[in-house]
């Protein structure tokens, strides 16, 4: 493959994910440096092309832009804050999970260095990366973000966020939220229908039809939110609750966890002694925006 107009890459940090990163980079034919802490993790990589950078200073020298995939923020700092990196025209692309304002106070501290940033989420696991079934966010600059897309789309299906650098990590913690919540109701489903004989298997496509369900709800659910106008067109929150009351109910009648619609049945007593019975689910924004009081 002809690698004179692919845009040179460096690496830094090459666990599970960095090498799969590392890994799709040198499979489209970008010159990859490559390095890591523990320099042996790169062997495979170098076998497969990449150069691997003896100083950390010679990994950000080798190319304008750096892909940072470490175990937390304080891991960078620690490995480019303790060197004397020159980082004049270089732009970063972090992709080490951590929180918003981690990925602000790093911006920050990137800036300051003379460097541009960019943060960003993987979600996706190792084996999917340089396939269209890896998403990758990005939040930054968005001119930063229009300068490397084209090299960002090597591995993956990227998205641009907005200007500022906490989306990233917001979206990367609003999609795990969904993801557990999911699964979780799922096996709340799963644990009852088994005291019934009725396995896993038999009950997922029923579950998956619901869940497809649910999920076309969430435009027009979206819509009252932002209007803060909850007008009860399908069902009254304290009609909700009345069928939260049969889940635990019948959970415990079983001897299934009811932990969770409990928790469900708390914020919506919440929400109607407070006035709200009457409008609808989305109603309960207003329960998940407060932290609770204990």
Not at 45 to 50: D, E, N, R, W
Not at 204 to 216: D, L, T
């Amino acid at each position: 493959m002809n690698i004179e107009h692919k845009t040179p890459v460096t690496v830094i940090g090459l666990g599970l994910m960095g090498q799969a990163l590392a890994g799709a980079f040198l499979k489209a034919g970008h010159p990859t440096t490559v390095w890591n802490r523990t320099a042996s993790k790169a062997d495979e990589l170098v076998g497969q092309g990449a150069t691997p950078a003896p100083t950390i200073g010679d990994a950000f020298k080798a190319s304008s832009l750096a892909i940072i995939c470490l175990t937390d923020y304080q891991a960078m700092y620690e490995v480019i804050g303790a060197s004397d990196v020159e980082l004049d025209g270089t732009t970063l692309i972090n992709l080490t999970s951590g929180d918003s304002a981690q990925a602000r106070d790093a911006a920050r501290w990137a800036e300051q260095r003379g460097a541009r940033y960019l943060d960003g989420a993987v979600m996706a696991i190792p084996p999917t990366i340089g396939t269209a079934e890896a998403v990758l966010l990005h939040s930054g600059p968005q001119s930063d973000f229009e300068a490397h897309k084209s090299t960002l789309d090597t591995l993956g299906t990227v998205a641009y966020l907005g200007a500022d650098h906490g989306l990233a990590a917001l979206y990367d913690v609003a999609g795990l939220a969904m993801m557990w919540s999911v699964l979780n109701a799922w096996l709340q489903g799963t644990a009852l229908l088994r005291t019934a004989g009725v396995d896993a298997a038999t009950y997922a496509p029923f579950a998956q039809q619901i869940a497809a369900g649910v999920a076309e709800w969430l435009p027009g659910y979206a819509e009252q939110i932002d209007r803060g106008s909850f007008p009860a067109e399908v069902s009254a929150l304290e009609t909700d609750a009345r069928s939260m009351a049969h889940l635990i109910e019948e959970s415990e009648a079983v001897g299934v966890n009811a932990e969770l619609p409990k928790l469900f049945k708390a914020m919506a007593d919440r929400a109607i002694a407070a006035g709200h019975g009457g409008e609808q689910y989305p109603v309960l924004i207003e329960e998940f925006g407060k932290p609770r009081a204990d």
